[in-house]
């Protein structure tokens, strides 16, 4: 894979090493199990909380760092209990908002602080894994990024800590809690497009062009986890492609073609390198269409409705015919980060597992690593 992820600054792993450039590829039927989503932690009883409020310790005060901190900051149940970041400036800055919080400069103690029960990651994605399974067997709950980690061995250690500790891991995998998102999930799930057939996926724009990963371990896991989110159905195939145009081994373009259980196929264009900034999802029925447009700012919802004129009397043609295209009107409430805060607050009240649970992410993770190691071969038939 192309620059998957690299250590950096901040609350991060060393030794992460550098990778290879990818190109085209199938991948076996057999790599990708789809697991089915569980009522609460999958084989364990979760630890449920004695008291009303979440005491949350922030690690990782970076740009997406604030932007928790800014959320947990106003989410009802939580508490900011402690910060923790290596550079002592910016803690000093982040610790000036929030005079209860405990700040440090090393994550140990961060573990050691029994006050702290759960446990918000926001460091790269070398990073991942070592700090969530640290933090899961001190006994906290923990709140990770997206990916959950760089290979699926390492998720499944996660999950696997988590369920043995009673314990919640939740994947900050934004967009599946945006009530837009979970309007399309209805639609599908009531049949009102017909026959799945197709969904593409466009992330695109100009800027945060990122060192410590590709766009593919980047931008890929929303997709992914919006796409099994709405197909809970097993990929058996995936051809992709990654293009370094900025820096060598780091892919700022990839091209992905998927194909899943049912003859249902999705594509998935990702790029750092475009003019026009857009997060979209189509779903392609056989009766009706969905748009979805996930810019934070400008999310919306529309169905379309179409005809396929079959009759032969066109010659080689069939006529398409577009009735409508409704836009839907879903109220968008809090913002997704907001509401992602909420349900990770709520899921440790009450033990039940979350929309983005590592055990549900962990698919993502094991397309992410399937997709690529399926690239490095080339050709690889289902």
Not at 148 to 162: K, N
Not at 191 to 220: C, K, P, T
Not at 348 to 368: F, K, N, Q
Request: proline share 4%; with cysteine.
């Amino acid at each position: 894979m192309a620059g998957r992820a690299r250590a950096g600054t901040r609350g991060r792993a060393r030794g992460a090493p550098r990778r290879r450039r990818r190109v085209g590829g199938r991948l076996q039927r057999a790599a990708l199990p789809v697991r089915a989503g569980g009522r609460g932690l999958s084989g364990a009883s979760r630890v449920l909380m004695r008291s009303t409020t979440v005491n949350v310790a922030l690690v990782g005060l970076g740009y997406w760092g604030a932007n928790l901190l800014r959320i947990f900051g106003k989410t009802p149940g939580a508490r900011i209990a402690a910060l923790c970041d290596q550079e002592e400036q910016q803690l000093a800055r982040s610790g000036e908002a929030h005079a209860g919080a405990r700040c440090v400069t090393d994550y140990a103690k961060v573990l050691a602080t029994a006050a702290v029960d759960a446990v918000v990651l926001a460091t790269p994605p070398a990073s991942h894994h070592v700090l969530a399974l640290a933090a899961l067997r001190a006994g906290k709950h923990v709140w990770v990024e997206k990916p959950l980690a760089l290979t699926a061995a390492q998720g499944r250690e996660l999950v696997e800590a988590a369920r043995a500790g009673g314990r919640l891991l939740f994947v900050d995998e934004t967009f599946l809690y945006d009530p837009l998102v979970g309007e399309m999930k209805r639609l599908v799930d009531r049949g009102v497009l017909g026959q799945l057939y197709h969904l593409s996926f466009e992330r695109l724009g100009m800027g945060r062009i990122r060192r410590d990963s590709n766009v593919w371990w980047n931008s890929a896991p929303h997709d992914l986890a919006i796409l099994l989110h709405l197909v809970p159905r097993r990929v058996v195939r995936a051809r992709l492609h990654e293009h370094a145009h900025l820096r060598p081994g780091i892919a700022d373009m990839a091209v992905c073609d998927l194909e899943l259980e049912d003859g249902i196929s999705a594509h998935l264009y990702l790029s750092w390198l475009h003019p026009e900034k857009t997060a979209s999802v189509t779903v392609v029925g056989s009766e009706r269409m969905l748009r979805y447009e996930g810019r934070f700012k400008k999310r919306t919802l529309t169905l379309y409705d179409y005809t396929l004129d079959t009759d032969d009397r066109h010659g080689n043609l069939v006529p398409v015919r577009q009735f409508a295209a409704r836009p839907l009107e879903v109220p968008a409430g809090a913002e997704p980060l907001g509401l992602a805060a909420r349900h990770f607050v709520d899921s440790i009240r009450t033990g039940t597992e979350p929309l983005s649970s590592g055990a549900r992410s962990l698919r993502v993770v094991e397309v992410l690593e399937a997709a690529e190691h399926a690239a490095t071969r080339h050709s690889l038939d289902a």
